[in-house]
């Protein structure tokens, strides 16, 4: 689906059946294309082939890079369409297995939310807030949902703002206050006669769609290309005239550190890497009519590996793995000077 194709005239069926074919296509993105493809099933109303499709993704022998997010979007599936128990059941697997991705967090809390369990989605925001974001000074963008959802069911079960709240607020952008956003009693101004009070509550719900819209729009990540140390030599070894891009695998790393580093103080929002492999970039050349040794290929390719969704967020979360690969936590490897 083009990114301005209204979505009103999308046929999600025939959609999730282009990006099925997709990822027969692409093996190494099928994870990402077969997520959306079951996303389009659940919006055509066609839940139980959604659960077939992340049943497959489960059962794959290749491994996945996000179990836990397949997991939960199962299971709020699930539960859509009557399986609460097997939803429950999952989602507590969620909860114990303790992602460090938030992804995860949000969407089990959310389905708990939905279908109002509120106290265990409180409990549920909370444990993910806690986790990832305990010793944080700035929370990153992808875990701010968290401290929103926590906010929210919050104001609906009466609790009193505590330091949790106070961050969600010092994240919150938009003109009208959280407290305003998530007060239980608006619902009830939906219903009111009084012209001033539907006024204020429109004002209200026009600030949350441009929420949604500029999370739904937000552009592919500034994705800078990463080769890990045997795929650059089997690159460079193929294809020798790109040895002046890569003078060394050391070298390659620090170039990435340094352009995000530069990327980010100059205000360059959503950064991240995307790791290449000499088969996919080959065939990314072949489909480009060129050859792969053309080395202004190389940004093109890191463009379309970031477009299906391949990119990871740069700086990682503290205590995570470095983005080079080598088994140390960023802070300790290309983080140590930040």
């Known amino acids: 689906m083009r990114p301005d194709t209204p979505a009103e005239t999308v046929d999600h069926t025939a959609e999730a059946a282009r990006l099925e074919r997709t990822a027969g296509l692409y093996p190494e993105d099928s994870e990402a294309l077969l997520l959306r493809a079951a996303a389009h099933l659940e919006l055509a109303g066609d839940r139980p082939t959604a659960t077939a499709l992340y049943d497959r993704l489960l059962s794959s022998t ?8 397949v997991r939960a979007l ?40 939905s279908h109002d369990e509120l106290e265990a989605a409180h409990d549920t925001f909370t444990d993910a807030v806690r986790l990832l974001l305990t010793d944080v000074p700035q929370p990153p963008q992808p875990t701010h949902p968290l401290l929103f959802g926590r906010h929210r069911v919050r104001r609906m079960l009466g609790k ?3 330091e949790w709240d106070a961050l969600a607020d ?17 619902v009830w101004s939906l219903g009111s006669e009084n012209p001033a009070e539907l006024e ?13 819209r500029e999370a739904l729009s937000r552009p592919f990540p500034v994705a800078i290309l990463h080769w890990p140390a045997t795929e650059l030599s089997e690159l460079l070894e193929a294809y020798p005239t790109l040895a002046s891009e890569y003078p060394s695998h050391d070298t390659h790393l620090a170039t990435i550190e340094s352009a995000l580093r530069e990327l980010s103080s100059s205000g360059t929002p959503n950064l991240g890497i995307v790791t290449g492999t000499v088969p996919s970039y080959e065939a990314f050349a072949a489909s480009e009519g060129s050859s792969p040794g053309d080395a202004t290929l190389l940004p093109q390719y890191a463009t379309t590996l970031a477009a299906r969704g391949r990119a990871v967020a740069w700086p990682p979360q503290q205590g995570a793995a470095c983005w080079c690969g080598s088994g140390q936590t960023y802070g300790e490897c290309h983080g140590s000077t930040v």
């Open 62 to 69: 290749d491994g996945l890079e996000n179990p836990h997010l």
């Open 200 to 212: 204020a509550e429109i004002t209200r719900l026009r600030a949350e769609l441009g929420a949604y």
């Open 160 to 162: 009193s703002h505590d």
């Open 74 to 113: 199962k299971a709020s599936n699930l539960w859509e369409y009557g399986h609460e128990a097997e939803a429950r059941a999952i989602i507590e697997g969620v909860r114990v297995a303790s992602p460090r991705d938030p992804a995860p967090w949000v969407i089990v809390a959310e389905a708990l939310e």
């Open 170 to 186: 010092t994240v919150h952008s938009l003109p009208i206050t959280l407290d305003e956003l998530h007060d239980p009693k608006r």
